[in-house]
C-alpha cells in the first residue's frame, strides 16, 4: 500500500548554478537538463538523510526512475542560482516518488514528478529492504 | 480548439543508436536521454515534411518544450538500434502534441508525451502562423 | 614498439547530424560535444572492421580514453550534416590513437585526437589481446 | 605579445560533486565531462573576479574555446567531490590559457588546457576590451 510521508519531514532543499553547457541555442537551459537537476537534488536529499546513493549502488540497491512528468512554466538560464525543492510524496514496498519545484528567487520555473523503482542487479523490481524504506521516511539529519 | 490530426499522415519513424555517452553507471541509457532520443525524432518528422527547424529558428519561430511525461518500460543499452515513432496528436492555434513510442526491434522501451508552444523572440504564446500549421497537418513528403 | 597502421586500411567516416541539445546559448555546438561525435565514429569505425564494442565491453575488454588534444577551426550547427573522418595513426602493445578531422561539406571545422589505452576490469592497463590488435590493423570489411 | 599573468593572482578554485550522469557504463565519469567541469570552474574563477560571464555575453564579449588538451590520470566516479585548480596561464591581446588541475582530495585526476578566443557577435576574433583584459590579470575580489 501506499504511505504518504510526513510533510514536516519529507522536503529538502537543493541549490546549484547553472552551467553554459546546459543552455541550448534558444539560450535557456535545454528541457533535458531538469531532470539531471532533479536527479542531483534527490541525491543531495540522501545525503541530508547521512546516505550516500553511491554506497546503495555499490550494496545493489538501485533506484531506477521509471516515470516522468514536468511542467515548464519559465525558462532558466546560464548563471541562474535554482532552488530545487524536493519533497518525497509516495511510498510503496517497490517504488517512490518525488515531486520537485525548480525556482528562481522564489519563482516557479518547473513542477517535476518521478516515480522510481527498487531494482535488483539484474534491473528486475524487488521489495525494497527495510533499511532503504527507513531513510525515505527520515527527515535531515540534524548534524551534517 | 485543439484539432485531432490524420492519423495516416500523422507519424513518422527515426531511427538512431545509442551512443557510449548517453549510458550511465547502471549500464543504461541515462533517463533524460530520451528527451533527446524525442527531440531528435521530432526534428526529423519535420525534415520529413520539407521543414528544417534550423530555418524556422531563423524566422523567428520557436517552439519549446513546455510539458513532458515519460513512462520508461525497459531499458535502452549501449549500441541499440532504437526506432523512434513519433505521433502529432493534438493541433491547437498556440501548441502541438507529440506522442512517442521508443522501440528495439519492435518491443516498447519508453512511451512519452511532449507538448510544444509556439513562441515569438521573448518566449511569449504566440499564436501560430498558418505556414507552420500546414506543416503540422501534412504527411510525409513523396520525394525527400 | 609503436606500431603505425597501413594508412590504406585506417580511415572510415562516420556521418551525423547535429541535435538541437548539442547547442549552446552561442547557438553553436558546445565544445565539448566533439568528443561525443569522436567516439560515436570510432565505435563505428569498429564496427566497420566487424566488431561491436558493447561485445568488447561484455567480453572485459575496455579502452577508456586517456590523452585528448581538440583544435576548433569552425564552429558547427544545428542541422548540419558532419563527417568525421577517423584514423588509426598508432597501435602499441597496450594503447591506441586515433586522429579525426570533423568536416561540414568538405570544410574542416575540427582537428582532434585521441589516445585510448587498453585495460582490464580494474581499470589498469593490460596487454591487448593479439584478437584486438588484430581488429586495428583490419580494414573495413568488404560487407556489412 | 604574450602576457604571463602574476602567478600569486591567477589561481582559483572551484568545488563539484560528480552527478549520476555523469557516469558511463565503465561507472567513471565520462571523459567528455571534464570539459564541462573546467567550463564551471572558469566562470567561477571569474566570478571570483567580480565578473559574471552571462554580462558579458550580453555585452556581446564571448570567449568560445578554440583549443584543448586533457590528459586523464585516474578516473573521478559517482559522488565525488572534485577540485578543480584553474589558473590563468597566458593573455595575449585576442586570447587567453587556462591549466587545470582536477583532484580528488589531493589527487590529480587530469590535467587540461583549454585557450579561449575574444571573438564578437559573427564569431570573428576581435582585439580584446581592456576592460577585460584588466578582469583576467586581477586576483580574487577580498569579498564576494
Known amino acids: 500500500m501506499a504511505e504518504i510521508p510526513d510533510p514536516r519531514l519529507a522536503t529538502s532543499h537543493h541549490e546549484l548554478r547553472v552551467r553554459f553547457c546546459e543552455t541550448d541555442m534558444m539560450a535557456i537551459v535545454h528541457h533535458a537538463n531538469y531532470l539531471v537537476y532533479c536527479e542531483a537534488a534527490r541525491v543531495d536529499w540522501l545525503h541530508k538523510r547521512g546516505v550516500s546513493y553511491a554506497d546503495w549502488q555499490r550494496m545493489g ?11 515548464y512554466h519559465k525558462p532558466a538560464r546560464f548563471e541562474d542560482v535554482l532552488d530545487v525543492e524536493t519533497t518525497l510524496v509516495e511510498l510503496t514496498r517497490v517504488s517512490v516518488r518525488f515531486r520537485y519545484f525548480v525556482k528562481r528567487a522564489g519563482v516557479l520555473l518547473a ?7 527498487c531494482v535488483g542487479p ?3 523490481v524487488r521489495r525494497m529492504p527495510e533499511d532503504v524504506a527507513r531513510v525515505f521516511r527520515s527527515g535531515e539529519a540534524t548534524s551534517t
Chains 1, 2, 3, 4 share one sequence.
Open 61 to 71: 540497491i538501485q533506484l531506477p526512475v521509471v516515470d516522468v512528468s514536468i511542467r
Open 111 to 117: 513542477e517535476v514528478g518521478t516515480q522510481l523503482a
Open 122 to 124: 539484474e534491473l528486475t
